[in-house]
């Protein structure tokens, strides 16, 4: 990782910022640390009789070298019984109820034939699905969703949602176990995955085979293969063409993908977004051509979007921050004939969507995207593992920049101070990341 420092360094504090935020003078967050280091930690809580710092911190500082290196797992080979290096006592996040999170104890799974165990490294948070699991307003903490007709049906009344442990789909960790049959996967191999806010996790060695990060690239680049996975099914949904125009609505760190991408496809994109930090990030990480600042949701975009179009419209629209009222801004920005890509996790009604209006007059096609399938064009071509390939690789040939987008990082003891921030204020943060003690091994 960057900014690496030497084995044993204490953690210190020189810039506290005792308010939760990353940044300075007024701003949502800090920027500099696309070009440079980041903020050092505000706090420090105590685990396991060790200290590690918590809040906002310096990605590459000093002070998050508390993992110490794995020795044993670092290198090749393993002996005659398998492979194994030692870990702590397995730990997850676990909601017992809307914002009532804890850190809990987990039993330790044995290791079967074919199968690697996996110590996390870093474990990121959305800030969308995840969040709405964390409030409560998910509609899969109310309902059941039935996969045979794919509906939606009540939920028995006697039917807790709680606890949820399943909290977390951003990922990744070092293999540091190995069942004895297992030969193609190394000790020390990072792979990324979906598994959870929790210290360890055992995976089949195929899957780790195939998840492995390419060479040389940073752990932290890892936590993007399924938010990533999803960005890029999307893109391929819209199918902007080089020269199309594509406007992207919300840029949290889904749509900052979206835009980086969609740039990267040759077409020019505008950015749109009512916090002026998120529109800086896209500016700096050259994700956008032209940015729309929307302080209210009754703001004009639509003719902001003629006016760099020559009265055209844009070719396609993402909407990706969820909001009602951004969808029918999103529909309303496109040309005659063109396409809405719906990705943002809508809650509850839609009465800001009058869809007797552009959408009918307009003849616009609105396309729902969602990682949990590909469309069936492509299903033969592509698959989630693809996906989650190519973002991988789209970072380390340096196509895509999405380490930037991490602005705080957490060990997962202060997994609850970590979504509070995102809860209470949003705009306060993009990436926020859990870094794993657990991470840690010895021979």
């Known amino acids: 990782m960057d900014g690496a420092a030497s084995e ?18 007024g701003d949502a967050f800090d920027l500099d640390h696309i070009a440079g280091p980041r903020f050092a930690p505000s706090a420090f809580v105590t685990r396991h009789g060790r200290r590690y710092p918590f809040g906002p911190v310096r990605v590459g500082s000093p002070a998050l070298r508390w993992r110490r290196p794995l020795a044993a797992a670092t290198t090749k080979g393993a002996p005659p019984a398998g492979g194994i290096c030692e870990v702590g006592m397995p730990e997850a996040v676990v909601l017992r109820a809307p914002r009532d999170l804890r850190i809990e104890s987990i039993d330790e799974v044995a290791l079967a034939s074919g199968q690697v165990r996996v110590a996390t490294l870093h474990s990121g948070i959305s800030a969308g699905t995840e969040l709405t699991t964390y409030r409560g307003s998910n509609p899969h903490l109310h309902k059941r969703w039935d996969p045979g007709p794919r509906l939606f049906t009540p939920r028995a009344e006697d039917a807790s949602p709680y606890p949820v442990r399943d909290l977390g789909y951003e990922e990744v960790g070092r293999v540091v176990e190995r069942a004895p049959d297992v030969s193609d996967v190394e000790l020390g191999d990072v792979v990324f995955g979906t598994w959870g806010h929790r210290s360890q996790h055992v995976m089949n060695a195929g899957d780790a085979r195939d998840r492995r990060l390419p060479p040389g690239l940073d752990p932290l680049a890892g936590i993007f293969s399924h938010i990533g996975s999803t960005a890029l099914n999307g893109v391929h949904d819209g199918g902007p063409r080089i020269g199309e125009t594509v406007v992207v609505f919300g840029l949290g760190v889904l749509g900052q993908i979206v835009a980086q991408l969609a740039k990267r496809s040759g077409a020019r994109v505008i950015g749109v977004d009512a916090l002026p930090a998120r529109l800086r990030v896209a500016q700096e990480l050259a994700a956008v051509d032209a940015v729309i600042e929307v302080p209210t949701a ?32 999103a529909i309303r920005s496109v040309a005659y004939a063109a396409r809405v890509v719906a990705m943002g996790f809508y809650q509850g009604g839609a009465s800001a969507l009058a869809l007797g209006e552009e959408f009918h007059h307009n003849r616009v096609t609105l396309v729902s995207s969602q990682i949990s399938g590909v469309a ?43 979504f509070a921030l995102l809860d209470r204020d949003p705009a306060a943060a993009l990436q926020v990341v859990l870094d794993v003690e657990e991470g840690q091994g010895t021979p």
């Open 8 to 25: 044993g360094h204490e953690p210190t504090v020189d810039d506290p910022f005792p308010d939760g935020r990353n940044g300075a003078d």
């Open 298 to 329: 009754s703001d004009d975009v639509a003719s902001h979007v003629r006016e760099l179009t020559d009265g055209r419209g844009a070719d396609v629209a993402f909407e990706v921050s969820g909001a009602v009222t951004a969808l029918h801004q």
């Open 376 to 418: 069936p064009e492509r299903s033969y071509r592509w698959s989630r593992l693809r996906l989650a390939q190519t973002m991988m690789r789209l970072q380390a040939d340096g196509t895509l920049r999405l380490t930037p987008l991490v602005t705080h990082r957490f060990p997962l003891a202060a997994a609850m101070e970590a």
